[in-house]
C-alpha cells in the first residue's frame, strides 16, 4: 500500500502534490446573466510545479482571469476541482477559504490603483498586510523594507502612490503581494498600463524573486515579449489550454544576456500541443490549414512511431 493521502475525492496523492503545487482539473465556468450563458472555463486541465514560473497568454475573453482569480480563491468554479498544495481548494470550508486567500496566494493586478492604498506611503502599503500576523512593530517595518530593497524601490519607501511612476507602483505592488510570504504569486497583465521598457524591467523582476524566493509565479499577459523570458508559456483559448511553449535549453543560460526583443526572433520555445485524459488533442486552424484538411473527418494512423492525421 501505498502511503497516498487519498482518503476521498478531496485529496491528490501525495507524490502529486509534492511535485505540483497546483492542479487544475476539468475546470469549468459558466456566468450565467439574465438572457445569456457564457462557458469562460470549458474543462481546463493544468498542473503547475513547485517553484515553476509560468506565462499565460490569450486573447481577451479567453479566459485568463477567470482561472486567475480561481487560483486565488475568489471564483468557485462551475465543475471541476481545483487542487493547491495537494488539498482540494472548493472543498475547504468558507473559514479555510479566507485564510487560504491570506496566507498562500498574492496578487499583482493590473491597475496599480487595485494594488495600492493613494493614502499610504509605499513602506506603509506593503506593512498593511502584515497588520494581520503576528509581529512587532519593528519586525513589521525590517520585513517591508528587505521587500522594498529586493525589488529596487527602497529609494521611495516614503513616497506616496500618486507621487511615483505607473513602474514603480508595480513594483511597491509586487513588494505587497510578497509581504505575508505567499506560496503562489499571481499578476494578471502586471504591465498592461506600463512602456515596453518598464515592462522588461518588471519581467526580469519577476524572474528574479522566483529565483530567489523559490516562490512560485503565474503571470497573466497579452504581452509576446513578457511571456518570451519564461520557460513554460500556456496559451489559452476559449477557456482551455490549447498548446504550450517549453524554452530550449540553451536559451534557459542565455536569458540573463539575451534582451526579449532578441528571444523574439530566434526560435526559444518549442511548441507542445496539449493530450487531454481522454486522448484529445486540439489542433490549431493553421496547422489544418497547413495539411489542406478541411473536413470533420480525419484518418488516424501510426507509422514508424509516429501519428499521423490526414484527410
Ligand atoms: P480574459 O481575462 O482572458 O480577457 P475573462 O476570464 O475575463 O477573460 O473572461 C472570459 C469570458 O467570461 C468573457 O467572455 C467574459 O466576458 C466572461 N465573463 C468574465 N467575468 C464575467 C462575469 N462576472 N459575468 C459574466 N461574464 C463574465
Ligand atoms: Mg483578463
Not at 472555463?41 to 480561481?70: C, P
Not at 496547422?287 to 501510426?302: H, R, S, Y
Request: proline share 2%; glycine share 6%; hydrophobic share 35%.
Amino acid at each position: 500500500m501505498s502511503n497516498d493521502v487519498i482518503s476521498n475525492d478531496n485529496y491528490i496523492s501525495e507524490e502529486d502534490s509534492r511535485d505540483n503545487i497546483l492542479v487544475c482539473d476539468g475546470l469549468v465556468k459558466i456566468y450565467k446573466t439574465k438572457d445569456s450563458e457564457v462557458f469562460a472555463l470549458q474543462g481546463l486541465d493544468l498542473e503547475i510545479k513547485r517553484g515553476e514560473m509560468v506565462a499565460i497568454i490569450g486573447k481577451s475573453g479567453s479566459g485568463k482571469s477567470t482561472l486567475l482569480n480561481m487560483i486565488g480563491g475568489l471564483e468557485k468554479p462551475t465543475t471541476g476541482k481545483l487542487y493547491v498544495d495537494g488539498n482540494d481548494l472548493f472543498a475547504m470550508s468558507e473559514k479555510g477559504l479566507v485564510e487560504y486567500r491570506k496566507s498562500t496566494v498574492g496578487f499583482v493586478w493590473q491597475n496599480s490603483s487595485q494594488n495600492l492604498f493613494p493614502y499610504l506611503t509605499s513602506l506603509q502599503n506593503v506593512e498593511a498586510p502584515l497588520y494581520f500576523e503576528k509581529m512587532s512593530e519593528q519586525e513589521r517595518k525590517e520585513r517591508a523594507l528587505y521587500l522594498l530593497t529586493l525589488i529596487g524601490i527602497d529609494h521611495k519607501a516614503d513616497a506616496y502612490p500618486s507621487s511615483m511612476s505607473g513602474g514603480e507602483q508595480q513594483r511597491v505592488a509586487i513588494a505587497v503581494a510578497l509581504a505575508h510570504n505567499p506560496k503562489i504569486l499571481l499578476a494578471d497583465e502586471p504591465t498592461g498600463a506600463v512602456d515596453s521598457k518598464t515592462s522588461n524591467m518588471i519581467q526580469d523582476l519577476f524572474r528574479k524573486i522566483n529565483e530567489e524566493l523559490g516562490i512560485t509565479i503565474i503571470i497573466v499577459t497579452h504581452d509576446l515579449s513578457l511571456a518570451n523570458k519564461v520557460s513554460r508559456v500556456i496559451m489559452i483559448s476559449d477557456g482551455k489550454i490549447s498548446t504550450e511553449k517549453i524554452m530550449k535549453e540553451k536559451y534557459k543560460e542565455q536569458l540573463d544576456t539575451l534582451s526579449s526583443e532578441s528571444l523574439l526572433e530566434v526560435e526559444s520555445h518549442e511548441e507542445y500541443s496539449i493530450l487531454d485524459k481522454a486522448g484529445r488533442v486540439q489542433i490549431s486552424k493553421d496547422a489544418l490549414d497547413m495539411a489542406g484538411i478541411d473536413t470533420n473527418k480525419v484518418k488516424v494512423e501510426v507509422k514508424d512511431g509516429k501519428i499521423i492525421i490526414s484527410k
